[in-house]
């Protein structure tokens, strides 16, 4: 050991007499020195590792204490396959492992990769180990067992058995797995290769230039950005720059924007049509809402209604649920249950009416202060405000840019805008005019079934105008709705709010 540690050569069985490469695992068993060890490591080329008489996998070491630790902790017997990624899984882990790797995101392939990468005979890479369990999917058609593919790849020892399918970069031309390329979403669909890519952002963010794909002006999306192979650290810094490089030149262009409301987050797109209503989602914080309202997105409605449907649904939670049951009570001894399931949740409700009241009581001041200073575009009816200077304005932006808002960008003058026309403000005592009389029959929805029960909706229909779809009856309202507010604030949402509709003639109004 001494001379090949000297002569910095390959250590070998004999050098004179046997010219096998000594592994790590063959190193380790030799009763070495743990300076020389480690001095003599280095030079040791053949990366086979050792097998495990137990479980009959291989294992990454660095000394010989490690394949002893393994095999005294090694007990196949108590193993089971994951019904998911069919990864081993020891017994008394099996359901909390089997409920984490459904529900982690993380797909069944790619879990089954990863279980087997340290466990090879020879180290191979991910993608080569995707491929041959790919292709070995075609043959057999069932389920693939992680110790079967294990000891196909051994057979072959340290040259893989496939060739994977590659492609050249279209700026360095080297040929590259296709995992180590990366498609631009450019009408051309430019490849380049991670490294490439990286380099060429880093080219542009020193020029002080947007970052566009290295090879057209196609302008890099945040999710294409996110895609880069660096540290977390750096990936957040070239986003930051992408954002602020965007944010700029927004506010110095023409065009309508819609920008994240969150005053902390400085991202905006420029969308086909800014004048259309639809689901944003920020690529920065991730905060939901309107494209139109910059408010938490609301599904079959239009913008100007939410204030009074939100009004609506407070006033019931505070104090009209109550009344509504008392008075049905008395004239149908089934209302009975529910109003004291009411008054048994009273307090557990208590948290979400607080919440409720303060959404209202910010609704009612800005409703009066838009009334007072806002304004509509002539062009695409955003809510505008003039803060100062000349009636010259711009929807979306100072007039002389910067101040980036959502808008169609078009130019107005302050005359031409309409008044802001404020919702209503009204009392609960009205509402309770508008709710079924309590000796009236309760109205059928029909073909609409509640998301509780799963029975059709009868009485008042409650409809969550934040969900897709999500619909309760009267006798599984005050249960559901409680527990959905849960969900959101667990989610750190804001609180959704339900439409309340009274008869089918109001069903069709909406949809």
């Not at 196949?76 to 089997?98: G, I």
């Not at 130019?411 to 919702?423: C, G, L, M, P, V």
């Amino acid at each position: 050991m001494k001379e090949f540690l000297a002569s910095k050569l390959m250590p070998v069985c004999h050098a004179a007499f046997c010219d096998y490469q000594l592994s790590r695992y063959d190193l380790a068993c030799i009763p070495l020195t743990q300076r020389m060890f480690h001095q003599i490591l280095p030079l040791v080329q053949t990366q086979q590792r050792p097998q495990c008489p137990r479980c009959c996998f291989y294992v990454e070491i660095q000394q010989i204490v490690d394949l002893d630790q393994h095999i005294e902790s090694c007990h196949p017997e108590n193993m089971v396959p994951c019904e998911y990624c069919y990864c081993p899984t020891d017994f008394s882990e099996y359901e909390e492992h089997r409920q984490q790797c459904a529900s982690d995101g993380t797909g069944r392939q790619q879990k089954l990769v990863e279980y087997i990468l340290p466990r090879t005979k020879y180290p191979f890479r991910a993608q080569q180990i995707d491929f041959f369990i790919e292709n070995k999917k075609k043959d057999h058609h069932s389920i693939i067992h992680p110790l079967s593919i294990v000891e196909e790849l051994a057979e072959y020892n340290d040259v893989f058995p496939m060739e994977l399918p590659t492609r050249d970069c279209d700026i360095c031309m080297e040929s590259c797995f296709l995992d180590d390329i990366f498609v631009f979403d450019c009408d051309e669909s430019h490849k380049l290769c991670y490294k490439c890519y990286e380099q060429s952002c880093i080219v542009k963010m020193n020029n002080n230039e947007i970052l566009t794909c290295a090879t057209c002006p196609y302008q890099l999306q945040y999710g294409e950005l996110k895609q880069l192979r660096i540290s977390p650290d750096q990936r957040n810094l070239v986003v930051e720059y992408q954002v602020q490089k965007t944010f700029d030149r927004y506010a110095s262009g023409s065009r309508g924007v819609i920008k994240c409301p969150n005053q902390a987050c400085m991202w905006a797109f420029e969308p086909g049509n800014p004048n259309e209503h639809f689901r944003v989602t920020c690529q920065m914080c991730a905060n939901e809402f309107c494209s139109f309202c910059n408010q938490q997105y609301h599904y079959r409605t239009v913008c100007e209604e939410i204030p009074v449907i939100m009004e609506r649904w407070f006033f019931w939670c505070n104090t009209e649920r109550g009344r509504y049951l008392a008075e049905r009570a008395k004239q149908d001894a089934n209302y009975a249950v529910q109003l004291a399931e009411y008054e048994k949740q009273h307090a557990a409700s208590r948290q979400r009416n607080e919440e409720l009241r303060r959404r209202y009581e910010t609704s009612v001041e800005d409703e009066k202060y838009k009334a007072q200073n806002c304004r509509y575009c002539p062009h695409c009816n955003r809510v505008v405000e003039r803060m100062e200077g000349c009636d010259s304005m711009v929807c979306g932006r100072d007039y002389h840019g910067g101040n980036v808002q959502s808008g169609c960008g078009k130019n107005f003058t302050w005359e031409q805008a309409k008044r802001y026309k404020s919702a209503a403000i009204r009392r609960p005592e009205q509402l309770a005019n508008e709710l079924p009389a309590p000796e009236s029959p309760l109205v059928v929805h029909e073909n609409i079934n509640c998301d509780g029960c799963h029975e059709a909706v009868r009485g008042i229909r409650f409809d969550c105008v934040h969900c897709p779809s999500l619909i309760y009856c009267e006798k599984c309202e005050q249960r559901c709705t409680l527990a959905h507010s849960d969900e959101n604030r667990r989610q750190g949402q804001r609180q959704h709010v339900f439409r309340l509709i009274m008869t089918p003639f109001e069903d069709a109004a909406y949809f």
